[in-house]
């Protein structure tokens, strides 16, 4: 048999994969489902401090290479996550992962303590929503000075309320360099990272109409497309000598795609469009297949992957030195 348990910022899981922020992740019974059908653990949708309209219909574009989805985060606020999380908490069958967005700092802290108060066991911070303090609207994970104040604020209240709860900083692609955006926010307290939100934004045109399929017009780019991208990116903060753990998410379907993210250093693996294309049964089909790749391999525990491209590249560079 594979051990395909892992451990994140203290947390036990019994697979590395988690239901990513945004899918299935409105009620305790939709993640008990992804529990029941293989998840090791889930995330909520991005919860706000107040109810918060998303945008109108159509939302989302899927075919087989790409999403496109412009859902604008709605949500119910802060009470109604207390309510779903504390019954998910209750059943107690896999750790619960609390995603929170904001528009201001002040905001981030105030939802921050809000979640907090039930306990969740890590707290992730999406920070891809546009600064309504910045002049021109720029997300928080765009400016690495506005992502390190934001992990900040969320670590300064939870240490007021003295609670340990780790928190995970969710970044976008939509970035020049990631490991500059990925260094603020560790040295700001930042227990961890998520990589990566979706890119883009971009569009899609009924050329019939002539017009763009959305009602928003843009959407957010997810599904197997970004696969390589969050590689690189989880690969390119590894490299730079950030070693906090990483949520790895984009683009995953297969058990492969998981190892792989894996193998350049990511410990959970965060499953989203997956979903919409192989069902909520993805995750069974998953471990499956990775526990098939361990067993080919004579892999025995799949933390032994953890960032083994690094290691064997420093063993290749030291063989060259000599």
């Known amino acids: 048999m594979v051990n395909l348990s892992v451990e994140f910022c203290g947390v036990k899981f019994k697979n590395p994969l988690v239901l990513a922020s945004g899918i299935l992740g409105i009620t305790a019974s939709s993640w008990r489902n992804a529990v029941k059908h293989g998840a090791g653990g889930v995330t909520t949708k991005s919860l706000w401090l107040h109810e918060h309209k998303g945008h109108r219909?159509?939302?989302?574009?899927?075919?087989?290479?790409?999403?496109?989805?412009?859902?604008?985060?709605?949500?119910?606020?802060?009470?109604?996550?207390?309510?779903?999380?504390?019954?998910?908490?209750?059943?107690?069958?896999?750790?619960?992962?609390?995603?929170?967005?904001?528009?201001?700092?002040?905001?981030?802290?105030?939802?921050?303590?809000?979640?907090?108060?039930?306990?969740?066991?890590?707290?992730?911070?999406n920070i891809s929503c546009p600064n309504v303090e910045d002049e021109f609207g720029k997300p928080f994970a765009c400016v690495a000075g506005d992502a390190a104040r934001v992990t900040k604020e969320v670590k300064n209240r939870l240490a007021k309320m003295k609670l340990k709860i780790p928190v995970s900083v969710k970044l976008s692609?939509?970035?020049?360099?990631?490991?500059?955006?990925?260094?603020?926010?560790?040295?700001?307290?930042?227990d961890a990272l998520t990589v990566m939100n979706s890119a883009g934004p971009g569009m899609a045109i009924n050329i019939e109409t002539r017009m763009p399929i959305l009602a928003n017009k843009v959407g957010g780019l997810t599904g197997p497309?970004?696969?390589?991208?969050?590689?690189?990116?989880?690969?390119?903060?590894?490299?730079a000598g950030i070693k906090i753990p990483i949520i790895g998410t984009g683009g995953i379907l297969t058990g492969r795609d998981a190892i792989e993210m894996m193998m350049v250093g990511?410990?959970?693996?965060?499953?989203?469009?997956?979903?919409?294309?192989?069902?909520?049964?993805?995750?069974?089909?998953?471990?499956?297949?990775?526990?098939?790749?361990?067993?080919?391999?004579?892999?025995?525990?799949?933390?032994?992957?953890?960032?083994?491209?690094?290691?064997?590249?420093?063993?290749?560079?030291r063989s060259e030195a000599i």
């Open 266 to 317: 990511a410990t959970l693996i965060g499953i989203g469009t997956g979903v919409h294309y192989r069902g909520v049964e993805i995750f069974k089909k998953i471990t499956d297949e990775m526990e098939e790749w361990c067993q080919e391999n004579k892999v025995k525990k799949i933390t032994d992957i953890i960032g083994s491209v690094h290691v064997i590249a420093s063993a290749a560079k």
């Open 173 to 190: 692609p939509n970035v020049e360099d990631i490991t500059e955006i990925a260094k603020a926010v560790a040295d700001a307290g930042a």
């Open 225 to 239: 497309a970004l696969k390589p991208l969050a590689v690189k990116l989880i690969y390119d903060i590894r490299r």
């Open 57 to 125: 219909n159509p939302v989302i574009i899927a075919n087989e290479h790409y999403m496109l989805n412009a859902v604008g985060v709605p949500d119910a606020g802060t009470q109604k996550a207390q309510e779903e999380i504390g019954k998910f908490l209750k059943w107690g069958e896999a750790p619960i992962i609390a995603n929170i967005i904001a528009g201001s700092v002040h905001d981030f802290g105030e939802t921050a303590e809000e979640i907090a108060q039930i306990k969740p066991d890590i707290l992730e911070v």
